[in-house]
């Protein structure tokens, strides 16, 4: 168990709908990760939240949007939702902001599928 | 932008045999951090080995070592005495210790064992 949580573990929604994926860090970690990894794929950066702070922007879409709250959970929102978005969404955390070689902890995902 | 690449998509390897998964990076900076993580089925995301730019020496946990070329940005995990429960997806990362830490991954490898 990484103490990383995600929820929910499945999601399942129509094209143009919007969701919510939620994302606990663990104790002690200030900075929060998100990752896509599309089937078969490599993961892919998509944002990087330090304390409550947006850190790091990657291949991140404009329907897309997180944020970290005062409680360090984080949260990342898919809005008019295209077929392509169908995928694993990983949430990692780590102690460090920069300059570390503290790993990422990551969660167990949210399976997303858009129907 | 630093690149990950991992030139195998898959990997045989016998029971108790070894296997060596290669990768490549390419970045201009001095000071950074290499990682291999394995995804089994489950989907998870589980921390393997982790090398410090710095150091000379090759990391080392228990069954999985690297050789660790820093020249020629090279960064390859060798599998020894492989077993069942080794067969995932292994992906190589990089993080850069200067400009925040996330992760960039490879395409990843997956490597089957036969008993």
């Known amino acids: 168990d990484s103490g990383v949580t995600q929820t929910p573990k499945h999601l399942i929604t129509a094209t143009g709908q919007r969701v919510t994926l939620r994302c606990s860090p663990r104790?002690?970690?200030?900075?929060v990760y998100w990752y896509q990894q599309s089937l078969d794929q490599g993961l892919q950066f998509l944002i990087q939240?330090?304390?409550?702070?947006?850190?790091a922007k990657g291949n991140i879409l404009e329907r897309f949007s997180a944020q970290q709250f005062p409680d360090l959970h984080s949260e990342l929102n898919l809005s008019s939702l295209e077929l392509g978005d169908s995928a694993l969404y990983f949430c990692?955390?780590?102690?460090?902001?920069?300059?570390?070689?503290?790993?990422?902890?990551f969660g167990n995902g949210t399976r997303l599928t858009v129907t | 932008a630093q690149t990950v690449t991992q030139s195998q998509p898959e990997m045989s390897v016998q029971e108790a045999e070894t296997v060596t998964l290669s990768c490549t990076y390419d970045?201009?900076?001095?000071?950074?951090?290499l990682f291999w993580y394995k995804q089994p089925p489950s989907r998870q995301m589980i921390l393997v080995i982790r090398?410090?730019?710095?150091?000379?020496q090759n990391a080392t946990e228990n069954r999985f070592s690297v050789n660790f070329q820093k020249a020629a940005k090279s960064f390859s995990l060798k599998i020894s005495d492989s077993q069942l429960g080794d067969a995932a997806m292994y992906f190589c990362?990089?993080?850069?210790?200067?400009?925040?830490?996330?992760?960039?991954f490879g395409g990843g490898t997956r490597v089957l064992v036969k008993p």
């Open positions: 990692a955390s780590s102690v460090a902001r920069q300059g570390a070689n503290s790993p990422l902890h």
């Open positions: 104790s002690g970690d200030l900075s």
């Open positions: 939240y330090y304390n409550g702070e947006e850190r």
């Open positions: 970045t201009s900076e001095s000071d950074y951090y």
């Open positions: 090398q410090e730019a710095y150091k000379q």
């Open positions: 990362a990089y993080r850069s210790g200067a400009a925040g830490n996330k992760l960039t």
